[in-house]
Each structure stands twice: as C-alpha cells, then as structure tokens.
C-alpha cells in the first residue's frame, strides 16, 4: 500500500483493524510486538489519512472507516496529486519551449550549429547530402507506423550505400509496422544487408543523427511543410545520441517475439498505460503507437476492463498503484517534450527521404 501513501507501519496498523475494527491502542502494540507510543503515532496516521476514527463509546479505541470510502478517498487524494504534477510537467514543457523560441530568436542562435531549410528540394537535399557524406553510423528513431511508399523507394539507394560503405545503420520503428508489409519488409531488407532493426511500442522523438555529429529534425513535428532544422551543436547532438542509445537497450530486434510483463501486460499495452498516465487523447495514443484510432480506443478499453477503471484517469492511478507503468513515465515525457525545441525530432532517411514523407509526417 505504500504507492497510496501507506508506510510499512500504517498498513500493519491498518490490516489488524479490517480484522478487529475497534482494537484499542495496547491490543494493536501487543499483537505486532510494539511500544504503545509507536501504535499509538501510527493511529494518529491514519486518522489524519481519514482511515479511522476515534470511538464515541470507547475514548481509548479508534473505530475503522468503511474501507470502500476510507479507501476511495485515499485513492481520490492520489489522483489530485497526479492531477497536481501532470500540471506541473505541461508547465515547465511551456516554459522550456518558450525560453528555447526565444533563444531561437536572438542573434546569437543563427549560427552554423543550427540551419534552417524550407521547400522539398532544399530538404530532400540536405537529407541526401549527410546520409552520402556518413562516415561511422547513422542511428535513426522512425515513428508514426507505417512510412509512406515513396519514402521507403527513396530511401533505399541512401540505406543500401551508407551499408555498403561500412557505415554502422541502425533503426527503431514502431512495433506496429508488424501489421504494414511495405514498411516491415524494408526494415527485413535493411537487416539482410547488414542494417540493425528493433522496434518498440512508442517513440519519444523523430529524428535522425549522422556519424553523431549531426542530426536532422523538424521545425514543427505537427506542421513538416515548415521546414527542417539541421543542428550540429556537441551539446545537442550528444544529448540525443544519449536518447538514441537508452531507447536501443529498451527496444527489441524485429525477429524476436514479443513478451509480456509477469503482469500480463504487452508492450504495446503498457504503452497505452503510459500514454493514458500522461492525459493524452485518443487520437494522440493512436498516433504515438502507429496505429489505427479504432484500435487504440479497444486496447484502452481492455485495460479499463482489467483494472476495474471507471475512467482513463482512474486508469493511469490504479496502473500507477499496482506497478504497471513503465519506468521513469511522467519524468520521460517532459524531457522529451523539450529536447528539441520543445517538440520531437524527424525520422529516418526512410521517412524524409522523399517529398511525400515530408509532407505527411509519415
């Protein structure tokens, strides 16, 4: 009980009165081999957490709350605090985004570690250049599922001969092009050749990162026809290889069968848990997990079911409760958020390398 704000001794306290509602001070001390002024700290606990209250027929006893409501409050409570720090997270991702547009706009920014291209071709050939001058590694975050024909047909010639030149490829997608065939067998042709590919529920960024010293994202990952940026800062650049490596570890290579939680939880369930905790809508879980808003809203219910959840937020509480959100979850999203610009990154060759991929933010 600890995550509903119960320590060890509250619910030791706490599990002998569901057995002995009106134990008084000294039964509860002997019965767990306490000083009486222990228990008697420990009552005063849970009283202030409305889980007992002091008997009106007996002043040295305390008598339990109806668990269902003592309970549901304390449940309630931890729900306002979620409510309290989902808050906090959206706030300092808007001031990070401000100080960084702002940054953006002063003088100093305009330099050569950051430049800025507009128009398709401009894009397109920014994409081939540092994709043909890589040297070491190309490491790639594809996400939004299934990436669009002429994108995965442009990239081929880039992936084919950065392998060929002994340049280290390196892909995540979405575990859901599993159900794309065009973007699945690019990922197998990109593994026969020599290219690694894993693949993960969800992906906190879009971007690609040439030889570590470069990386391609986009202006507004919402609007791609604005532009994008190529930035070339040490500072930058070493913090989303950094990103690029941890979500490697996380991720699976795309042969292996994927396997549940010792909860019974699938990654990709466990995504929609996170992204549920997070207060994101429909649209947005189905976007995140590169499928179908009609599939995203019957994974959502599944769980619902499963947990007992009234609602989503209910949901997000109780996972929270029983351990079932992944590690770090709240804490991750706004670091993400802000990496770039406060928004997330570009994608592969595979999925800028062609004017449609562009456009459509496939």
Do not use: C
């Not at 109806?66 to 931890?78: D, I, K």
């Not at 992936?159 to 990922?187: C, F, H, K, M, W």
């Amino acid at each position: 009980m600890g995550q509903l704000g119960l320590d060890s001794d509250a619910e030791a306290v706490y599990r002998i009165l569901l057995k002995l509602p009106k134990a008084g001070v000294s039964e509860i001390a002997d019965g767990l081999g306490w000083p009486v002024a222990r228990a008697r700290a420990t009552l005063d606990r849970l009283a202030e957490l409305t889980l007992v209250r002091n008997s009106s027929e007996e002043p040295d006893k305390v008598r339990l709350v109806n668990p269902e409501f003592g309970l549901s409050g304390l449940l309630h409570r931890q729900e306002q605090e979620l409510a309290r720090h989902q808050q906090a997270v959206a706030t300092s991702r808007l001031a990070i985004t401000q100080m960084l547009t702002e940054y953006e706009s002063s003088p100093t920014a305009r330099t050569d570690e950051v430049r800025r291209y507009t128009g398709l071709d401009a894009i397109n050939s920014q994409i081939e250049r540092l994709s043909y001058g890589a040297e070491s590694s190309i490491e790639v975050f594809a996400p939004r599922g299934a990436q669009p024909l002429a994108a995965l047909k442009a990239a081929r010639p880039l992936d084919q001969g950065a392998v060929e030149r002994g340049v280290q490829v390196r892909y995540i997608y979405l575990d859901s092009i599993r159900n794309d065939p065009p973007t699945l067998n690019y990922a197998r042709w990109l593994q026969d050749i020599g290219g690694e590919v894993r693949v993960l529920p969800q992906l906190p960024l879009r971007m690609i990162i040439y030889d570590r010293r470069a990386a391609i994202v986009p202006i507004d990952p919402e609007a791609s026809l604005l532009g994008v940026m190529v930035l070339q800062g040490a500072g930058v650049v070493t913090a989303l290889v950094s990103l690029f490596q941890q979500i490697w570890e996380q991720s699976q290579p795309i042969g292996e069968a994927r396997e549940a939680t010792p909860d019974g939880l699938t990654p990709q369930e466990q995504a929609v848990l996170d992204l549920l905790f997070d207060g994101h809508t429909d649209d947005v879980v189905a976007r995140k997990l590169g499928v179908s808003v009609r599939t995203g809203r019957r994974i959502t219910a599944d769980l619902l079911a499963r947990l007992g959840a009234r609602s989503r937020f209910q949901a997000g509480a109780l996972a929270m409760e029983r351990g079932w959100l992944g590690p770090g979850t709240a804490d991750t999203a706004a670091v993400g958020g802000a990496t770039v610009n406060g928004v997330a990154a570009v994608s592969s060759a595979a999925a800028v390398g062609a004017a449609p991929a562009v456009a459509g933010g496939g």
